[in-house]
Every structure is written in structure tokens, then in C-alpha cells.
């Protein structure tokens, strides 16, 4: 006799009958997984006892679908919500899914992959109009609109946000949180104008006493003057951050004494650029993003310190001793090592920038030329490059053009014209472009063509008469500017002047 099934299926019955569903109703308070369904069944497998047996199934009242054992309709089948869940069963609601992702970022601002997820969560949120008023909320939207492997859009939509929810009596701190991030991601799209005129707008507002609150929004506005080569007035406001005490706020100092690097290299001032840099890399506990800054940054000052000391002292300084460039050469391949692991980022491709340039210094042509066709292949993928990542298109394709051949040279010299155009429709040309134009002018004579090498050097000397020499690609106003002039004067014996 085969044995009969559990009890807590059966139940014995004195007479047989036909299977029939039976649909038993409940509340609507209560969860649809307690929705019985009495199913009887003749028993002639079990013996032949005659008995008839009541399965105890269950009919989901969301999905409709009749199930034995348990069911959900939250299991990889069923997905939809539904009002009579119970209050135990139900997730956060939506305004309270926005404060818990806020409290994660607020507590920890993390910038990797967990980040990038709580981010689309909270953007997604937020275009949905859930903004609660509170303080927390903005500090997280500050924080959130920081993570720099998001889209510049995305963090624009939440730093507008926490703009719109900041209210009148919101801390002065806060106000300057807010009004330094917006002119941050205003500088990263290339608005220059709008990211300096914000911080002019709100300084006056805030009371002299509190004037030593302000030095984050002083170092936005001297990074806005140095990218519209303005280095008298990016000085200026450089100057007006004089911290009290240092305790508490070393990143701040960190960005201020970079800054000022910066605003020197700009001026050509190498060596008094080369002791804020220094001092930059001895800072312990550097997060990874301001290492690869300030490694990639030293490495091409490296390279300008490199051809300035060889010019001072062209009779004492040995032809292969090049230690600084070694040096760097050091530095940016054990970085590049760990980076190329995780795949491309901004932190790959300025180590791969700067490493690029450091081995055409050192002759290493084959090395460059593997390193700049890695990272033009990196910005090809790009659908939306901030201003950083702009300049450093163009000069990939500079470094691309000086280890081609002559045609493959010309290609990229053209290119490099045409994305600067692209990139700064509204800019007159400046100083790079008519650095393009005298190695073009250099090509052409080389290709045999003279017209068109006498037209590229009336272009560059239009170019150079209303410019003064720029440094922000390395070696521009220094090296490559000085080999070409010297080239095409012993070449052609034409009067070239910058």
C-alpha cells in the first residue's frame, strides 16, 4: 500500500466527490498569501479506500496564480506592488528612501561603485520632485554632486536641487558649500564667465566677520582667472585665502597651495611652481584623485624644468643625464600599472598625458606613440569631455602629431585645430594654435608644397602678434615652439617672430 501524503495536506472524507476549486475571500486588510483554496481529490491512487482527500491551496490574489507551497509575488516572477501588502511586508516609501540615501552620503561620501549606485537612486528620486526641506538633504545633494565618476548632468540636476531647498536661513557654510560646487560644474562644462560671475554675486553678501569662511570660493575664482590667462588678477584672489589655522581644513590648504602652482606655471615661473608642486606630493594621506593630479602635473613641469636648465647650462649638463625626467618616467608607470587594472578614468588618461610627453623627452618614441593611441582611444569614447578632458584631447592629438609621419603628422595637426574650434567656438585663437600653424607651415615646406607653407606662417605670425607665449600644454611656449622657429628659419631662411 502506498503511503499517503502528509497530513497536513489531507483531510479523510466518508464519501467521494469530483474535484472542484473552491475561492476562499478575505479581508482586504489582509496579506493575499493567506488566500485559501480548498481542493479536494479522489483517492483511488491511495489504496483504493475510497476516501476523498482536501488539498489546501492557495490562490494569490495580485497574480492570480494558484500555488501549493509558499508564493510571493516579490519573487523573480512576480513584481508588482500592490496597496494590500501588509505594513510589514511594504518598503520605505519614496521620501524616505531619499533621506536614508542622503544619511549614506552624508555619512559616507564613498567615490566608487557602491557611490555611483546610490547616486542614480537619488537622482532618480529627485527628478521625481521628492525634495524634502531640510539641511541634511542639501549637505547630501552637496555631497552626492562631488562623486566625479557621474555625469556633469547628473551632478548639475542635484546641485540645482540643493540651490532650490537651501532656504533663507540656511548656515553661511552650507550657502558656501553650494555656491563653490555650482562653480565647480560650471567650470568643468567650460563656462567660465557664469562660474566666476556666481562667486562675484554672492561675496558681498557675506558679513566681514566672516570674511575667513570664504577661501574655497577665493581658489574657485583664481582657478576662473588662470584659465582666461588673467594670472595678475588669479594672484589676486589667490591671495585673499590667508588661513588662521590649519587644523581642520588641510584639503583646502592642499587645493591652495596647488593653485598658486598652477597660476605660476601659467606665467612661465617653473621653478617657484616646482616648490608648491613638491610640497603638494609630500602630503601624507593624499586621496587617489589629487595623487594622480599632482603626479601627472610635477611630471610635465618636469619636462619644462628639464629644457629650462638644459638652456642655462647647455655646457655643463651631460647629453643623457635627464634625472627629473627619469624621475617622472618612475612615478607615472608604477601608477599606470594599478590604473589600467581598473580600466579607462580621468586618473589613466593623465598619467597616460603626462607619460607620453616624458617619453618623447627622452627619445622613447615608440613607448609615446603606444601610450597617445591608448588615450585617443580612451577620449573617442567620450559623449560629453568637461573642460579638463577637452584640453586633453587636443593635446593628445599634438603629441600624436609629433611621433607621425609627415602625412600622419599633417592629419593630426588639422585635427587639433578643428576639435579647439569645436571646443571653444566663441575663443579667438590663442597662442597653441599658432604653434599648430608654424608646424603645419613645417610639413607643408617638407611635402614640397611652398604656397601653402608661406599661407600656415602668415596665419601663425597673425596669431603670435596678439598672443603672448602659453603654457598650458607642456612645452608649447617653451620647447616646441623654439625647435619649430629654429626649423623653418634654417629651412627656408623666412623671418619668423613670437
Known amino acids: 500500500m502506498v503511503a ?34 480548498t481542493k479536494p481529490a479522489t483517492m483511488s491512487n491511495y489504496g483504493g479506500t475510497g476516501f476523498s482527500v482536501e488539498r489546501l491551496y492557495r490562490k494569490c490574489s495580485l497574480c492570480n496564480k494558484v500555488y501549493l507551497r509558499k508564493h510571493t509575488c516579490w519573487g523573480s516572477r512576480h513584481r508588482r506592488a500592490h496597496p494590500q501588502l501588509s505594513t510589514r511586508r511594504s518598503l520605505p516609501s519614496p521620501a524616505s528612501q531619499f533621506q536614508l540615501l542622503c544619511d549614506a552620503l552624508l555619512r559616507n561620501p564613498i567615490f566608487g561603485i557602491e557611490a555611483q549606485k546610490i547616486l542614480g537612486d537619488l537622482d532618480a528620486l529627485v527628478s521625481r520632485g521628492i525634495q524634502p526641506n531640510r539641511v541634511d538633504i542639501v549637505q547630501s545633494l552637496v555631497a552626492a554632486s562631488r562623486i566625479k565618476t557621474s555625469t556633469i548632468g547628473t551632478r548639475e540636476r542635484l546641485i540645482r536641487s540643493a540651490q532650490v531647498l537651501l532656504g533663507e536661513h540656511a548656515t553661511l557654510q552650507l550657502q558656501i558649500e553650494v555656491v563653490q560646487q555650482r562653480s565647480i560644474l560650471m567650470r568643468l562644462k567650460g563656462d567660465i564667465d557664469g562660474s566666476a560671475r556666481i562667486i562675484e554675486e554672492f561675496l558681498p553678501r557675506v558679513p566681514p566677520a566672516y570674511a575667513d569662511m570664504l577661501g574655497a570660493l577665493y581658489i574657485s575664482q583664481a582657478k576662473n582667472f588662470a584659465y582666461k590667462f588673467s594670472f595678475t588678477e588669479a594672484h589676486h584672489a589667490a591671495k585673499k585665502y590667508a588661513p588662521i589655522r590649519i587644523e581642520g581644513q588641510p584639503g583646502l590648504l592642499w587645493d591652495h597651495i596647488h593653485c598658486v602652482g598652477r597660476i605660476l606655471r601659467g606665467q612661465g615661473r617653473f621653478e617657484e611652481a616646482r616648490q608648491c608642486f613638491e610640497l603638494c606630493l609630500k602630503t601624507p594621506e593624499l586621496t587617489e584623485s589629487r595623487r594622480l593630479v599632482i603626479l601627472s602635473t610635477t611630471a610635465d613641469l618636469y619636462c619644462e624644468l628639464d629644457y629650462q636648465n638644459r638652456q642655462l647650462c647647455m655646457e655643463t649638463v651631460e647629453p643623457g643625464s635627464k634625472p627629473l625626467l627619469h624621475l617622472a618616467k618612475n612615478w607615472l608607470t608604477t601608477e599606470l600599472q594599478g590604473l589600467q587594472r581598473r580600466g579607462p578614468s580621468k586618473g589613466n588618461r593623465r598619467v597616460l598625458l603626462s607619460l607620453s610627453e616624458v617619453e618623447i623627452r627622452l627619445g622613447c618614441y615608440d613607448n609615446a606613440r603606444r601610450y597617445v593611441g591608448q588615450v585617443l582611444g580612451m577620449f573617442s569614447s567620450l559623449t560629453a569631455p568637461d573642460i579638463v578632458d577637452r584640453l586633453g584631447h587636443v593635446r593628445a592629438l599634438v603629441v600624436a602629431a609629433r611621433v607621425s609621419s609627415l602625412e600622419g603628422a599633417e592629419m593630426f595637426w588639422i585635427a587639433a585645430l578643428f576639435w579647439n574650434r569645436l571646443y571653444n567656438p566663441s575663443e579667438a585663437e590663442v597662442f597653441t594654435c599658432g604653434v599648430i600653424y608654424m608646424y603645419l607651415c613645417l610639413v607643408r615646406h617638407k611635402l614640397g608644397d611652398n604656397g601653402g607653407s608661406r599661407e600656415y606662417l602668415e596665419r601663425a605670425q597673425g596669431v603670435f602678434r596678439t598672443r603672448e607665449r602659453q603654457f598650458l600644454i607642456p612645452g608649447v611656449g617653451t620647447y616646441l615652439v623654439d625647435f619649430v622657429v629654429n626649423e623653418i628659419q634654417t629651412l627656408t631662411g623666412w623671418n619668423c617672430r613670437v
Not at 499517503?4 to 467521494?16: D, E, G, T, V
Request: avoid cysteine; glycine fraction near 0%; aromatic fraction near 2%.
Open 4 to 37: 499517503p501524503p502528509p497530513m497536513s495536506y489531507l483531510s479523510a472524507k466518508l464519501r467521494n466527490q469530483s474535484t472542484t476549486v473552491q475561492v476562499a475571500n478575505h479581508p482586504p486588510n489582509m496579506s493575499p498569501i493567506n488566500s485559501n483554496i
